[in-house]
């Protein structure tokens, strides 16, 4: 029997919440005791203070994280948050659901995820780059092209991995742009990678409403987030003809049953910033929209949206996880319960933008290139061999669609690690 170790330095809801999922799997698999604590636990952490002279020439200290959760399957990889409600807990499960992400589609990575604390949305230009690049400064023996490739994430974009990856160059003395992906093209980015997220998230849906004999064009779609990954999910489903019927960011919800005109709400975003006073239809709140009755209900928000008091009342037909770990253990258990929502799990619905940051990593490395529809061909062939594992395991075992791909995703980490050994 292993020894379970258990630190409160990652006590959390949504690291419990992940660590339940995980110990469900192990369950559902066998997976050995001494495996266990192993393949669950975050391999190591770093938090650095951040001190930054803002723009008035005061000083401020931002607290920042990162987490490496396994690294015996590659370099970790996965994205930086810069959030006012960052902890070192969340980090952590969003680090967690990467390893079984990576795993689950067939990359060569681990699993890792960074954050700060801060609202960048109350900081200007410069205020956001010189937090940035210290960040990737305090960074500079964790990260690297072989060691742990960060990327973009909820509050951070390409701008902000050109500094990061900048930063990182001038430190090893020549330009590396594997050290980081989801940058500008100009800087080593790949094409197809800003929407990879959200082509793969659309791409999943339309796959899955095939299987449920929905035509696309009859599906009606509710988004909640209308950030990079819920809007490049509307322009892909609205181009393969779906009604988007409700949007929604921070600041609330936008409803019309005739649907919603996604290039002219993207137009506004891009000068407004947000949804608030959008004209495209009646404004509702983020609440509501998720009990809209709707043939797909897309999250692509924060993590823990749908709960027990919720799930009940949801009326969709697929609920397609954008977002990670929207959905809580009590709510699936409510919605397994219901058994009339068909489930796109996160650890595959919103892996498109891992694989596309894999592509890119490539690129970078070989110092060649691709062109935008080679990127998405891959990215389609890729998701529909990781489609396909999970329909199977699902059909094999007749586990829920989540359990599937969690334990196909924990195995191959766990079986990682059983080979490798324990090194003295």
């Known amino acids: 029997m292993s020894k379970v170790i258990v630190s409160a330095l990652y006590k959390s809801d949504v690291f419990t919440m992940a660590c339940r999922q995980f110990d469900q799997a192990a369950d559902a698999i066998n997976l050995p005791e001494d495996l266990r604590d192993r393949t669950k636990y975050p391999r190591r952490c770093l938090a650095v203070a951040l001190p930054i002279k803002r723009d008035d020439g005061s000083i401020t200290v931002f607290e920042g994280y990162r987490v490496q959760h396994n690294l015996s399957t590659g370099p970790s990889k996965g994205g930086i948050r810069f959030h006012e409600h960052v902890t070192i807990g969340e980090v952590a499960a969003l680090a967690m659901w990467m390893s079984w992400k990576c795993s689950l589609v067939g990359l060569p990575y681990g699993g890792a995820k960074g954050g700060v604390i801060c609202n960048p949305r109350q900081m200007s230009q410069g ?3 010189r937090l940035s690049r210290r960040y990737m400064q305090e960074m500079i023996n964790f990260v690297g092209p072989q060691i742990d490739v960060p990327a973009p994430d909820m509050g951070t974009n390409e701008q902000i991995m050109g500094w990061m990856m900048d930063t990182y160059s001038n430190h090893v003395g020549h330009v590396e742009p594997a050290v980081v992906t989801g940058k500008p093209i100009s ?96 404004a509702i709140s983020n609440e509501q929209l998720l009990e809209l009755k709707v043939t797909v209900l897309i999250p692509a928000a924060l993590e823990r949206v749908i709960t027990n008091d919720n799930a009940p009342k949801l009326q969709c037909r697929l609920l397609a996880e954008a977002a990670n770990g929207p959905t809580t253990n009590s709510a699936d258990k409510i919605l397994e319960q219901r ?24 690129q970078n490395l070989q110092h060649y290139y691709w062109t935008r529809d080679e990127v998405l061909q891959k990215l389609f062939t890729m998701l529909d061999r990781a489609k396909a594992s999970v329909d199977a395991q699902k059909a094999k075992f007749g586990f829920s669609r989540r359990l599937a791909a969690l334990t196909l995703g924990i195995a191959r980490v766990a079986d990682a690690k059983r080979i490798r050994g324990l090194f003295p």
Do not use: H
């Not at 997220?197 to 035509?215: F, R």
């Not at 936008?254 to 959008?278: P, Q, S, T």
């Open 339 to 362: 058994g009339d929502i068909e489930i796109i799990p996160d650890v595959l619905c919103n892996s498109g933008g891992v694989i596309v940051s894999y592509f890119e990593w490539l």
């Open 187 to 282: 800087l080593g980015g790949s094409e197809g990678r800003r929407e990879a997220t959200g082509a793969g998230v659309a791409y999943l849906v339309k796959a899955y409403l095939e299987d449920m004999k929905i035509p696309v064009k009859n599906a009606t779609v509710a988004i909640q987030g209308f950030g990079n990954v819920g809007s490049e999910t509307a322009a892909a489903l609205a181009n393969y003809g779906a009604k988007i019927i409700a949007i929604s960011d921070y600041t609330g919800a936008i409803y019309n049953e005739r649907g919603i005109d996604i290039r002219k709400a993207l137009e506004y975003v891009k000068y407004a910033k947000v949804l608030k006073d959008f004209d495209g239809g009646q």
């Open 127 to 129: 205020e956001l780059e």
